[in-house]
């Protein structure tokens, strides 16, 4: 799996958007970009995934590069749930393939 | 199914005794995977199953640590003379067969161990 560089931590104001940056400049054409989150003393929870297009869903939205090196999660309006570990993961969708986490970024909400 | 099932939420266990830590898959998930967080660290891969079979147990220890997904029932990480340093969280996932695998993992909410 290729190699992820996240920020260590990061904070934003609640109801304000929330921008994870993740850069992965090693990623291969097959290989896809996830989000995980942890929020603490739980299991991790899927949050969103993509290949080359923009993604959004419930929880938020993935935006991808067009070189595909860098990514970018939005939560659109942060509430203090959202504190957590996020991790960054570039990896085939294939049960064979580990989910391997790296350190992610630990995100502080605050009011 | 309300999801991957893990028992028990909380283990205590004094140190040399056997720890057996249980996971259900979700409905449909034939693959289970085994991660371990020590605390204030990373989720590191243990051990990748299927049914009947050991597939990956990499990130195993080569001593005390076992797992098992028999054909019928959870599967079973099994500590046995469990050490101080064996305290953590240990998180099981599951997912669908390979090919179908594009949503990723379903984490339970794991067992913490505590070795007293």
């Known amino acids: 799996d290729a190699k992820t560089t996240q920020p260590t931590s990061m904070d934003c104001a609640e109801g304000r958007a929330a921008n994870l940056p993740c850069n992965h400049s090693t990623i291969s054409g097959n290989e896809y970009v996830y989000w995980y989150r942890q929020i603490h003393s739980q299991g991790p929870q899927y949050i969103i995934h993509?290949?080359?297009n923009n993604e959004t869903n419930e929880m938020a939205s993935l935006i991808i590069t067009e070189d595909r090196k860098s990514s970018t999660l939005i939560l659109p309006h942060a509430t203090l749930r959202d504190t957590a570990v996020y991790y960054c993961?570039?990896?085939?969708?294939?049960?064979?393939?580990?989910?391997?986490f790296g350190g992610g970024t630990r995100l502080m909400v605050k009011p | 199914n309300a999801g991957v099932m893990q028992n028990p939420r909380h283990l205590v266990r004094r140190r040399g005794q056997e720890a057996r830590l249980r996971c259900s898959p979700m409905?449909?998930?034939?693959?289970v995977y085994w991660y371990r967080q020590l605390p204030e660290e990373g989720l590191k891969f243990m051990v990748y199953?299927?049914?009947?079979?050991?597939?990956?147990e990499s990130g195993m220890p080569k001593e005390r640590f076992s797992a098992e997904f028999p054909k019928e029932g959870p599967s079973i990480l099994r500590i046995q003379q469990v050490v101080r340093g064996d305290s953590a969280a240990y998180f099981c996932a599951s997912s669908l067969p390979s090919g179908l695998s594009l949503y990723g993992y379903t984490f339970g909410s794991g067992t913490r161990l505590t070795v007293v």
């Open positions: 993961i570039v990896r085939i969708p294939n049960a064979g393939n580990m989910l391997t």
């Open positions: 409905k449909g998930h034939s693959h």
């Open positions: 199953l299927q049914k009947e079979n050991i597939i990956d």
């Open positions: 993509g290949l080359k």
